[in-house]
């Protein structure tokens, strides 16, 4: 949004081009740095929810977490711990044996069938992003 408000009764204020350059450039270094400690095996969701705030102060606007949807939010979190929780407990272990013949099998259509099968299904009851952390830790037996 390219307009302030100072306070519920001032006029919007335009940036100006400078403003939005600077702001511009002020998210794509947050966004590299958040890159680079990614790289650096830094854990992913401090590094993740450090950027965030970062990008909330560079906003400086208080209409900006206003017009985030706390709803989703605090689902999304709930969902990574839920996802956290499921792969520190023995379910995970016990799924993959159980789906392991079917996803390393020496044919490779059934391997690669196999596999879009199993993130089809853990997409339905999870979603991708959570699918992906719950599958990730099996990727090297692949």
Not at 7 to 14: A, D, L, R, V, Y
Not at 78 to 100: D, E, R, Y
Not at 119 to 138: D, E, G, K, Y
């Amino acid at each position: 949004d390219a307009t302030r408000s100072d306070g519920p009764t001032s006029m919007p204020k335009k940036k100006s081009a400078t403003a939005r350059n600077l702001e511009n450039v002020g998210i794509g270094v947050v966004l590299l740095f958040m890159y680079v400690a990614f790289l650096a095996n830094f854990p992913m969701g401090w590094t993740t929810m450090t950027a965030a705030i970062i990008l909330i102060v560079l906003e400086r606007s208080a209409q900006g977490v206003y017009d985030i949807d706390w709803q989703i939010l605090i689902y999304i979190i709930g969902m990574f711990v839920v996802i956290t929780g499921i792969n520190k407990s023995p379910l995970t272990n016990v799924s993959w044996n159980l789906i392991q013949p079917l996803v390393l099998s020496a044919n490779p259509l059934f391997s690669v069938g196999g596999f879009c099968l199993l993130v089809i299904v853990l997409s339905f009851v999870f979603t991708s992003i959570p699918t992906v952390l719950l599958v990730s830790p099996h990727l090297e037996d692949l």
